[in-house]
């Protein structure tokens, strides 16, 4: 009953932006975190970004100061905008959503993935 669509991803040379968009729709009682994984050819899915329970955002060392998460808590849409893009950002980004349908149950929930390739 929950589920996430992401938008944004595409083709783009070092150096330039992207803006992925995650947004979560169904009967959805609460949301407890969200963030953005990623995962390229041959090498583990990796979280990237995520705000947790305390709203404090998590940044991986690697991406710190060029990508910037956030969220409209109204669309349960959570962002990720990323600048200064390097060809070691090359993945599949999935959105991760922890929901819940009641007070007692939280589960886990991904995005279908977007490919963002930087490449001149």
């Known amino acids: 009953q929950v589920q996430l669509v992401e938008s944004g991803g595409g083709l783009v040379q070092p150096g330039g932006s992207l803006r992925l968009s995650c947004a979560a729709s169904?009967?959805?009682?609460?949301?407890?975190?969200m963030g953005w994984y990623r995962q390229a050819p041959g090498k583990e899915r990796e979280l990237v970004a995520a705000?947790?329970?305390?709203?404090?955002?998590y940044y991986r060392d690697s991406v710190k100061g060029r990508f910037t998460i956030s969220r409209d808590n109204a669309k349960n849409t959570v962002y990720l905008q990323m600048n200064s893009l390097k060809p070691e950002d090359t993945a599949v980004y999935y959105c991760?959503?922890?929901?819940?349908?009641?007070?007692?149950?939280?589960?886990?929930?991904w995005g279908q993935g977007t490919q963002v390739t930087v490449s001149s």
């Open positions: 705000f947790t329970s305390g709203g404090k955002p």
């Open positions: 169904g009967s959805i009682f609460s949301i407890n975190a």
């Open positions: 991760n959503v922890q929901a819940s349908l009641s007070a007692y149950d939280f589960d886990e929930y």
